[in-house]
Protein backbone atom coordinates (compact mmCIF):
# COMPACT_ATOMS: atom_id res chain seq x y z
CA UNK A 1 0.00 0.00 0.00
CA UNK A 2 1.18 3.51 -0.74
CA UNK A 3 2.68 5.29 2.41
CA UNK A 4 4.07 9.00 2.58
CA UNK A 5 6.77 8.65 5.28
CA UNK A 6 8.99 11.54 6.52
CA UNK A 7 12.46 10.85 6.93
CA UNK A 8 13.56 13.69 8.56
CA UNK A 9 13.27 17.40 8.31
CA UNK A 10 12.43 18.46 4.83
CA UNK A 11 12.14 14.99 3.56
CA UNK A 12 8.80 13.32 2.16
CA UNK A 13 8.49 10.50 0.35
CA UNK A 14 5.95 7.59 -1.18
CA UNK A 15 7.14 4.45 -0.12
CA UNK A 16 5.33 0.60 -1.15
CA UNK A 17 4.54 -1.22 2.66
CA UNK A 18 2.49 -4.15 3.40
CA UNK A 19 -1.20 -3.68 4.11
CA UNK A 20 -1.55 -3.95 7.84
CA UNK A 21 -2.90 -6.56 9.98
CA UNK A 22 -5.53 -6.17 13.42
CA UNK A 23 -3.91 -7.55 16.24
CA UNK A 24 -6.71 -8.41 19.00
CA UNK A 25 -7.89 -5.19 20.10
CA UNK A 26 -7.34 -3.32 16.71
CA UNK A 27 -9.33 -2.58 13.93
CA UNK A 28 -8.00 -2.01 10.02
CA UNK A 29 -9.32 1.56 8.42
CA UNK A 30 -9.55 2.54 5.21
CA UNK A 31 -8.11 6.12 5.29
CA UNK A 32 -10.77 8.43 3.89
CA UNK A 33 -9.54 11.88 4.87
CA UNK A 34 -6.82 13.33 6.71
CA UNK A 35 -6.70 16.44 8.30
CA UNK A 36 -3.20 18.92 8.51
CA UNK A 37 -1.87 19.93 11.69
CA UNK A 38 0.59 22.39 12.56
CA UNK A 39 2.44 19.31 14.28
CA UNK A 40 2.59 17.27 10.63
CA UNK A 41 4.04 20.77 9.38
CA UNK A 42 6.77 21.54 12.31
CA UNK A 43 7.48 17.97 11.98
CA UNK A 44 8.46 18.40 8.42
CA UNK A 45 10.31 21.66 9.14
CA UNK A 46 12.53 19.91 11.92
CA UNK A 47 10.73 22.46 15.14
CA UNK A 48 8.73 19.50 16.25
CA UNK A 49 9.46 18.81 20.02
CA UNK A 50 9.67 15.06 21.14
CA UNK A 51 9.41 13.97 17.90
CA UNK A 52 11.72 10.75 16.12
CA UNK A 53 12.21 10.02 12.50
CA UNK A 54 11.17 8.09 10.15
CA UNK A 55 7.66 8.90 11.03
CA UNK A 56 3.96 8.70 9.15
CA UNK A 57 2.74 12.08 10.11
CA UNK A 58 -0.71 12.59 10.60
CA UNK A 59 -3.54 12.43 13.32
CA UNK A 60 -6.56 14.02 12.33
CA UNK A 61 -8.04 11.02 11.16
CA UNK A 62 -11.42 9.32 9.57
CA UNK A 63 -11.85 6.03 7.74
CA UNK A 64 -13.79 3.23 7.28
CA UNK A 65 -13.53 -0.24 9.16
CA UNK A 66 -12.15 -2.97 6.87
CA UNK A 67 -10.88 -5.47 9.58
CA UNK A 68 -11.75 -6.08 13.17
CA UNK A 69 -9.52 -7.73 15.73
CA UNK A 70 -10.34 -10.82 17.41
CA UNK A 71 -11.20 -8.99 20.69
CA UNK A 72 -12.79 -6.29 18.84
CA UNK A 73 -17.16 -6.28 19.33
CA UNK A 74 -17.67 -2.80 19.44
CA UNK A 75 -17.40 -2.07 15.80
CA UNK A 76 -18.56 -3.96 12.45
CA UNK A 77 -16.64 -4.14 8.71
CA UNK A 78 -18.09 -0.72 7.12
CA UNK A 79 -18.78 1.86 9.75
CA UNK A 80 -17.03 4.79 9.92
CA UNK A 81 -15.10 6.37 12.43
CA UNK A 82 -13.05 9.18 13.81
CA UNK A 83 -9.47 8.82 15.13
CA UNK A 84 -8.54 9.71 18.77
CA UNK A 85 -5.06 9.68 18.26
CA UNK A 86 -3.81 9.51 22.01
CA UNK A 87 -3.33 6.31 23.58
CA UNK A 88 -3.07 6.07 27.03
CA UNK A 89 -1.72 3.77 29.41
CA UNK A 90 -4.97 3.23 31.60
CA UNK A 91 -3.00 3.06 34.85
CA UNK A 92 -1.33 6.00 35.56
CA UNK A 93 -2.27 8.95 38.33
CA UNK A 94 -3.70 10.91 35.58
CA UNK A 95 -5.47 8.07 33.60
CA UNK A 96 -7.06 6.76 36.71
CA UNK A 97 -9.09 10.17 37.23
CA UNK A 98 -10.25 10.58 33.60
CA UNK A 99 -7.46 12.92 32.34
CA UNK A 100 -6.01 10.42 29.78
CA UNK A 101 -5.63 13.62 27.68
CA UNK A 102 -2.08 13.74 29.63
CA UNK A 103 -1.07 10.56 30.35
CA UNK A 104 2.55 9.90 31.34
CA UNK A 105 2.54 7.43 28.79
CA UNK A 106 0.98 8.69 26.44
CA UNK A 107 1.60 7.24 22.78
CA UNK A 108 0.04 9.51 19.65
CA UNK A 109 -0.65 8.65 16.33
CA UNK A 110 1.40 10.67 13.53
CA UNK A 111 3.48 12.04 16.34
CA UNK A 112 5.07 8.96 18.76
CA UNK A 113 3.80 6.44 16.44
CA UNK A 114 2.76 6.00 12.42
CA UNK A 115 -0.10 7.81 11.62
CA UNK A 116 -2.28 8.76 9.00
CA UNK A 117 -0.60 9.55 5.33
CA UNK A 118 -1.09 6.39 4.32
CA UNK A 119 -3.57 4.27 2.09
CA UNK A 120 -4.48 2.17 5.59
CA UNK A 121 -4.01 2.24 9.15
CA UNK A 122 -4.38 -0.64 12.37
CA UNK A 123 -5.33 1.41 15.48
CA UNK A 124 -7.06 0.49 18.50
CA UNK A 125 -10.78 -0.22 18.38
CA UNK A 126 -11.22 1.67 21.42
CA UNK A 127 -9.22 4.73 19.65
CA UNK A 128 -11.91 5.28 17.26
CA UNK A 129 -15.25 6.90 17.46
CA UNK A 130 -18.80 6.75 15.52
CA UNK A 131 -19.74 10.01 13.65
CA UNK A 132 -23.05 10.24 12.18
CA UNK A 133 -23.78 9.36 8.53
CA UNK A 134 -24.05 13.22 7.82
CA UNK A 135 -20.99 14.12 8.37
CA UNK A 136 -18.54 14.90 5.16
CA UNK A 137 -15.52 13.16 5.45
CA UNK A 138 -13.72 16.65 6.32
CA UNK A 139 -16.19 17.43 8.54
CA UNK A 140 -15.46 14.06 10.66
CA UNK A 141 -11.70 14.34 9.94
CA UNK A 142 -12.01 17.72 11.73
CA UNK A 143 -13.41 16.02 15.19
CA UNK A 144 -10.46 15.69 16.73
CA UNK A 145 -8.79 19.16 16.43
CA UNK A 146 -11.61 21.04 17.40
CA UNK A 147 -11.73 18.55 20.54
CA UNK A 148 -8.29 20.43 21.24
CA UNK A 149 -10.50 23.38 21.42
CA UNK A 150 -13.17 22.04 23.30
CA UNK A 151 -11.63 20.71 25.60
CA UNK A 152 -9.60 24.07 26.41
CA UNK A 153 -12.88 25.90 26.49
CA UNK A 154 -14.01 23.10 29.06
CA UNK A 155 -11.20 23.93 31.26
CA UNK A 156 -11.75 27.55 31.36
CA UNK A 157 -15.52 26.89 31.95
CA UNK A 158 -16.67 29.76 29.87
CA UNK A 159 -20.23 30.31 29.71
CA UNK A 160 -22.98 32.58 29.09
CA UNK A 161 -22.27 36.22 29.11
CA UNK A 162 -18.44 35.72 30.34
CA UNK A 163 -16.02 38.53 27.86
CA UNK A 164 -13.55 35.82 26.27
CA UNK A 165 -10.69 37.21 24.25
CA UNK A 166 -8.65 34.69 22.02
CA UNK A 167 -5.44 35.75 20.87
CA UNK A 168 -4.44 33.18 17.59
CA UNK A 169 -6.27 32.90 14.80
CA UNK A 170 -4.77 29.62 13.78
CA UNK A 171 -7.32 26.48 13.47
CA UNK A 172 -7.38 25.47 16.98
CA UNK A 173 -7.76 29.49 18.20
CA UNK A 174 -10.85 29.51 15.34
CA UNK A 175 -11.97 26.75 17.42
CA UNK A 176 -11.95 27.94 20.51
CA UNK A 177 -13.65 30.97 19.62
CA UNK A 178 -16.55 29.00 17.71
CA UNK A 179 -16.64 26.67 20.96
CA UNK A 180 -16.81 29.44 23.29
CA UNK A 181 -19.72 31.56 21.42
CA UNK A 182 -21.69 28.22 21.34
CA UNK A 183 -21.70 27.62 24.99
CA UNK A 184 -23.10 31.48 24.95
CA UNK A 185 -19.36 33.74 25.60
CA UNK A 186 -18.90 37.01 24.22
CA UNK A 187 -16.23 36.48 21.95
CA UNK A 188 -13.57 38.33 20.05
CA UNK A 189 -10.29 37.65 18.34
CA UNK A 190 -6.93 38.90 18.30
CA UNK A 191 -4.72 38.02 15.29
CA UNK A 192 -1.52 40.15 13.65
CA UNK A 193 -2.67 38.76 10.41
CA UNK A 194 -5.34 40.56 8.52
CA UNK A 195 -6.43 38.12 6.24
CA UNK A 196 -7.69 35.64 9.25
CA UNK A 197 -9.47 37.99 10.91
CA UNK A 198 -11.45 38.30 7.90
CA UNK A 199 -11.96 35.04 7.59
CA UNK A 200 -13.31 34.92 11.37
CA UNK A 201 -15.64 37.54 10.88
CA UNK A 202 -17.08 36.19 7.67
CA UNK A 203 -17.20 32.70 9.00
CA UNK A 204 -18.34 33.43 12.48
CA UNK A 205 -19.35 36.19 12.51
CA UNK A 206 -17.13 37.67 15.31
CA UNK A 207 -15.76 40.83 16.28
CA UNK A 208 -11.43 40.96 15.63
CA UNK A 209 -8.78 43.27 16.74
CA UNK A 210 -4.94 43.41 15.47
CA UNK A 211 -2.95 43.68 18.65
CA UNK A 212 -0.42 45.77 16.36
CA UNK A 213 -3.20 48.28 16.33
CA UNK A 214 -1.95 52.07 19.07
CA UNK A 215 -5.45 51.40 20.18
CA UNK A 216 -6.26 48.39 20.78
CA UNK A 217 -6.55 47.87 24.50
CA UNK A 218 -8.44 50.92 24.32
CA UNK A 219 -10.96 49.24 21.81
CA UNK A 220 -10.55 45.75 23.30
CA UNK A 221 -12.39 47.55 26.74
CA UNK A 222 -14.81 49.67 24.38
CA UNK A 223 -16.09 46.29 22.95
CA UNK A 224 -16.36 44.69 26.44
CA UNK A 225 -18.34 48.05 27.80
CA UNK A 226 -15.28 49.30 29.92
CA UNK A 227 -13.58 46.17 31.22
CA UNK A 228 -10.99 44.25 30.10
CA UNK A 229 -12.17 39.86 29.04
CA UNK A 230 -12.49 37.58 31.79
CA UNK A 231 -11.10 34.63 30.02
CA UNK A 232 -8.08 34.98 27.33
CA UNK A 233 -7.22 32.12 25.06
CA UNK A 234 -3.80 32.36 24.03
CA UNK A 235 -3.04 30.23 21.32
CA UNK A 236 -0.08 31.71 19.60
CA UNK A 237 3.11 29.72 21.59
CA UNK A 238 4.46 32.95 21.33
CA UNK A 239 6.60 34.13 24.71
CA UNK A 240 5.41 38.28 24.23
CA UNK A 241 1.90 37.48 23.71
CA UNK A 242 1.94 34.88 26.54
CA UNK A 243 4.26 36.79 29.36
CA UNK A 244 1.93 39.94 28.40
CA UNK A 245 -1.42 38.20 28.80
CA UNK A 246 -1.74 38.91 32.65
CA UNK A 247 -2.03 42.19 31.40
CA UNK A 248 -5.16 41.82 29.24
CA UNK A 249 -7.25 40.31 31.55
CA UNK A 250 -9.60 42.19 34.88
CA UNK A 251 -9.31 41.63 38.26
CA UNK A 252 -10.09 37.84 38.54
CA UNK A 253 -9.57 36.98 35.66
CA UNK A 254 -8.54 33.90 33.89
CA UNK A 255 -5.63 32.76 31.38
CA UNK A 256 -5.62 29.43 29.45
CA UNK A 257 -2.41 28.46 28.42
CA UNK A 258 -3.19 26.16 24.47
CA UNK A 259 -0.09 27.32 22.38
CA UNK A 260 2.57 25.65 23.71
CA UNK A 261 6.13 27.70 24.33
CA UNK A 262 9.45 25.83 24.22
CA UNK A 263 11.29 27.31 26.77
CA UNK A 264 10.96 29.41 30.57
CA UNK A 265 7.95 31.97 30.70
CA UNK A 266 8.16 35.09 33.37
CA UNK A 267 5.08 36.99 34.29
CA UNK A 268 5.07 39.28 36.53
CA UNK A 269 3.84 38.35 39.93
CA UNK A 270 2.83 41.50 41.38
CA UNK A 271 -0.08 41.93 38.96
CA UNK A 272 -0.68 37.86 38.69
CA UNK A 273 -1.50 38.38 42.38
CA UNK A 274 -3.39 41.33 42.30
CA UNK A 275 -5.70 39.71 39.50
CA UNK A 276 -5.44 37.08 41.80
CA UNK A 277 -5.24 35.23 38.37
CA UNK A 278 -6.02 31.32 37.76
CA UNK A 279 -3.80 30.43 35.02
CA UNK A 280 -4.63 26.94 33.08
CA UNK A 281 -3.32 25.13 30.46
CA UNK A 282 -4.81 22.92 28.22
CA UNK A 283 -3.54 19.66 25.96
CA UNK A 284 -5.09 17.01 24.15
CA UNK A 285 -8.75 16.06 24.98
CA UNK A 286 -10.47 13.36 26.19
CA UNK A 287 -13.80 11.10 25.20
CA UNK A 288 -16.56 13.81 26.99
CA UNK A 289 -14.63 16.33 24.26
CA UNK A 290 -15.47 14.52 21.17
CA UNK A 291 -19.14 13.87 22.55
CA UNK A 292 -19.46 17.53 22.61
CA UNK A 293 -18.25 18.38 19.16
CA UNK A 294 -19.86 15.94 17.27
CA UNK A 295 -22.59 17.23 19.04
CA UNK A 296 -22.23 20.85 17.96
CA UNK A 297 -21.27 19.94 14.46
CA UNK A 298 -24.68 18.23 14.68
CA UNK A 299 -26.11 21.25 15.95
CA UNK A 300 -24.26 23.36 13.23
CA UNK A 301 -22.99 25.44 15.90
CA UNK A 302 -19.41 23.89 14.26
CA UNK A 303 -18.59 23.59 10.63
CA UNK A 304 -15.75 23.01 8.64
CA UNK A 305 -15.70 25.80 6.67
CA UNK A 306 -14.65 27.43 9.85
CA UNK A 307 -11.26 25.75 9.62
CA UNK A 308 -11.42 24.89 5.71
CA UNK A 309 -9.92 26.27 2.73
CA UNK A 310 -7.59 23.33 1.09
CA UNK A 311 -7.97 20.00 -0.35
CA UNK A 312 -5.16 17.96 -1.60
CA UNK A 313 -4.84 14.32 -2.74
CA UNK A 314 -3.05 11.71 -1.09
CA UNK A 315 -1.15 10.70 -4.14
CA UNK A 316 0.70 14.35 -4.96
CA UNK A 317 0.42 15.89 -1.72
CA UNK A 318 4.13 14.40 -0.89
CA UNK A 319 5.95 16.08 -4.24
CA UNK A 320 4.52 19.59 -3.21
CA UNK A 321 4.25 19.57 0.58
CA UNK A 322 6.81 22.38 0.88
CA UNK A 323 5.10 24.51 -1.40
CA UNK A 324 1.32 23.81 -1.10
CA UNK A 325 1.32 23.18 2.35
CA UNK A 326 4.49 24.56 4.56
CA UNK A 327 5.27 28.04 2.55
CA UNK A 328 1.54 28.65 1.95
CA UNK A 329 0.65 31.84 3.33
CA UNK A 330 -3.14 31.62 2.94
CA UNK A 331 -3.23 27.96 4.32
CA UNK A 332 -5.56 27.82 7.22
CA UNK A 333 -6.65 24.18 7.07
CA UNK A 334 -6.04 21.71 5.33
CA UNK A 335 -7.52 18.25 4.13
CA UNK A 336 -5.99 15.34 2.63
CA UNK A 337 -7.87 12.89 0.68
CA UNK A 338 -7.74 9.29 -0.69
CA UNK A 339 -9.78 8.97 -3.99
Do not use: W
Not at 15 to 44: F, N, Q, S, W
Not at 214 to 236: C, N, R, W
Not at 300 to 320: Q, S, V
Amino acid sequence: MKTLICNGPNELAYVDRPMPTPAADEVVLKLTAVGICGTDIHAYTGHQPFFSYPRVLGHEMCGVVQEVGSEVSCLAVGERVAVMPVVSCGECAACRVGKTNCCEKASLYGVHQDGGFVFSLAVKAVNTIRVPESFSDCAAAYVEPYTISAHAVRRSEAGEGDNVLVVGAGPIGIGVAAVAKAKGANVVVADVQDERLAHIEDKLGLKTFNPMNETYVEDLKAYFGGELPSILFDVTGNKRAMTNAVNMICQGGKLVFVGLYIGDLEIDDPTFHRKETTLLSSRNSTIEDYQFVIQLLEEGKLREDFLHNATFDFYTIGNTYAEDVVGNKKLIKGLITFN
